[in-house]
């Protein structure tokens, strides 16, 4: 069983940055493919980046491509999420979830096993 923490979320301002950590226990993190969701009020959670076991693979949605970066370091058993030149439309909670499919990237929820609990980021205008 695989415990997912994350950490990280505030109040900023439009165009200013977070990093969003997610801290796993329980498992072995380096077998785990890692993803970032995301839901806004009153929209659907949505996928916003994927990472494969080894941090070689990748996958960012376009709608924050060239803003936010996802990385991993297994010796700490911690993913990240890099948001920079946040929008006010980037405004939601924030989650990490980890996949068993280990070089899984894409979106699809029920390929992700494990969820944290969300940490809020809320970015205003």
């Keep these: 069983q695989v415990q997912l923490v994350e950490s990280g979320g505030g109040l900023v301002q439009a165009g200013g ?3 969003l950590s997610c801290a796993a226990s329980g498992g072995t993190f380096s077998s785990y ?3 970032w969701f995301r839901q806004g009020p009153g929209k659907e959670r ?3 980046a994927g990472i494969g076991w080894s941090g070689v693979i990748t996958n960012i949605v376009d709608s924050v491509k060239g803003r936010f ?3 991993r370091d297994n010796a700490k058993n911690t993913a ?3 948001m ?5 439309e980037d405004t939601a909670v ?5 996949s068993v499919y280990s070089q899984y990237v894409l979106g699809e929820r029920t390929r992700y096993a ?3 609990q969300g940490t809020p980021v809320t970015v205003s205008s």
């Excluded at 920079?84 to 006010?88: G, T, V």
């Excluded at 924030?94 to 980890?98: L, P, Q, T």
């Design 114 to 116: 494990y969820w944290g």
């Design 33 to 35: 493919a890692m993803g």
């Design 17 to 19: 940055s977070l990093r």
């Design 80 to 82: 990240y999420l890099q």
């Design 84 to 88: 920079n030149s946040l929008k006010p």
């Design 46 to 48: 949505e996928f916003v």
């Design 69 to 71: 970066t996802i990385s």
């Design 94 to 98: 924030y989650y990490c979830a980890a």
